[in-house]
T-cell receptor, first 112, second 113 residues
């Protein structure tokens, strides 16, 4: 069974620092990996999707890499801002229907 | 813009009641999903549907059923609500293509008293 792990569980950084969030998964047979953001009491917002054939995806200050053979993905957020404070979740898609297996998330606080 | 709408943000029900959670998407997506999210357990899939009237069990279907009579609407039903079903419920949809993300609603925080 696919297991997804996110380390650390929580992270606090001063504004302006770069954020590095890690995600690991046990089964490399994936269709894609997705990164989401969740604000308190809200639903999930899709940030980036990396297909299994890709190595990285970029959107603005966000960059996500994927190393399928080692079962790892990293989300980089450049020049963090207080508005980046949220919980970040990674999820892997392991079947053709698009069902996702989620990590527990990393709670990020960016202090002004 | 993509939109998944859950009918209630907060809901309080009593033990033994039959509870309906509604979800509507406006993107003509084939697939729809119901998850629950609990502290320490993360998001877990309850049921999903890949077409009208078609459904498949997820990881934790016990105590739940679903209905999809129209493509845009996917309902989660708690047949006889219990206190251990107090949780945040999230609905999502996608096209079914692997290069497209899942889109989530804002969630329903359900309390069973």
């Amino acid at each position: 069974k696919q297991e997804v792990t996110q380390i650390p569980a929580a992270l606090s950084v001063p504004e302006g620092e770069n954020l590095v969030l890690n995600c690991s998964f046990t089964d490399s047979a994936i269709y894609n990996l997705q990164w989401f953001r969740q604000d308190p009491g809200k639903g999930l917002t899709s940030l980036l999707l990396i297909q299994s054939s890709q190595r990285e995806q970029t959107s603005g200050r966000l960059n996500a890499s994927l190393d399928k053979s080692s079962g790892r993905s990293t989300l980089y957020i450049a020049a963090s801002q207080p508005g980046d404070s949220a919980t970040y979740l990674c999820a892997v898609n392991t079947d053709s229907w698009g069902k996702l297996q989620f990590g527990a998330g990393t709670q990020v606080v960016v202090t002004p | 813009d993509v939109k998944v709408t859950q009918s209630s943000r907060y809901l309080v029900k009593r033990t033994g009641e039959k509870v309906f959670l509604e979800c509507v998407q406006d993107m003509d997506h084939e697939n729809m999903f119901w998850y629950r999210q609990d502290p320490g357990l993360g998001l877990r899939l309850i049921y999903f549907s890949y077409d009208v009237k078609m459904k498949e069990k997820g990881d934790i279907p016990e105590g739940y059923s679903v209905s999809r009579e129209k493509k845009e609407r996917f309902s989660l039903i708690l047949e006889s609500a219990s206190t251990n079903q107090t949780s945040m419920y999230l609905c999502a949809s996608n096209t079914g293509y692997s290069n497209q993300p899942q889109h989530f609603g804002d969630g329903t925080r359900l309390s069973i008293l």
